[in-house]
């Protein structure tokens, strides 16, 4: 009876883990990390899921037998999670500066609203591309690789055998590094079209001194990067959509690197 009872125990444990780590994806994922979103939903969701994902898993680990060992292996759970979490939510990020690119050449630099779901002030433009880029997501199905990544996370890196590599480092930084060339290359084309209204403005107000250039550039403006962002929106479709199809590519290096 007692050895039974060791083995429920650890595999309890092993459970409590796995469902450790799928919560934390859920608190930094896109999507399912939306401050609308209960955390007691989010919590109740990951341990389903983990539930679920139980049969197929890996149980044939060495649990630590000291508290303080299986602390650590809590906080190395943790930290899988928010690292898979972050590293399909930095391109979301990459949205949303490009959104507060356009909106500073615009004007709308000190109109913001508050975004759900990082609960934060964020521009106009960069809401309704993060909007729009949340569609996206959705229709192609990202949802669905996200649960899939999950649960690919437990094949490819076991619990007991997580950790973070100079591999993982580098690739979280060049991520970082590649969150502001994508949101320049979003905001670019609404950007250039605002430099060329200034510049035009500019020009006017030189040759023609009585008008008021500052009267007229703010609305013209607020016109020119609002056409600007509407002309490009087919182009920022296919490419927020090749961009959701190459991240796949990156969380998976970053899932693998972090096996030890």
């Known amino acids: 009876m007692l050895n039974i009872l060791d083995a429920a125990l650890i595999q309890l444990q092993v459970y409590m883990l796995e469902s450790i780590r799928i919560s934390a994806i859920f608190m930094t994922a896109p999507l399912l990390g939306n401050r609308n979103i209960p955390v007691l939903v989010k919590i109740s969701f990951a341990f389903l899921l ?60 000190i109109v913001n609203v508050i975004d759900p779901m990082s609960n934060t002030q964020v521009s106009i433009i960069g809401q309704f591309q993060f909007i729009l ?14 649960l899939q990544a999950v649960s690919d996370s437990f094949r490819l890196v076991p619990i007991n055998s997580e950790g973070i590599s100079p591999a993982t480092v580098n690739k979280l930084t060049d991520l970082f590094y590649s969150m502001f060339m994508i949101a320049f290359k979003i905001a670019g084309p ?43 929106l087919p182009i920022l479709v296919n490419l927020f959509n090749s961009l959701l199809s190459s991240m796949w590519d990156d969380i998976y290096y970053i899932i693998k690197s972090m096996r030890v």
């Open 133 to 146: 880029g949340m569609l996206i997501f959705m229709a192609i199905n990202g949802h669905h690789l996200l």
């Open 190 to 232: 609404a950007t250039l079209a605002l430099i060329l209204t200034n510049v035009t403005l500019g020009l006017i107000a030189r040759t023609i001194p009585q008008m008021n250039v500052f009267i007229v550039g703010l609305p013209l403006n607020i016109l020119v990067g609002i056409s600007a962002v509407l002309v490009s």
């Open 50 to 109: 983990g539930m679920i994902l139980y049969p197929v898993l890996d149980k044939n680990i060495a649990l630590p037998a000291d508290t303080l060992s299986y602390a650590g292996l809590i906080a190395r759970q943790v930290l899988v999670g928010v690292v898979i979490g972050f590293a399909s939510y930095i391109l979301f990020a990459a949205i949303q500066l490009a959104g507060q690119i356009i909106d500073l050449q615009m004007g709308f630099g």
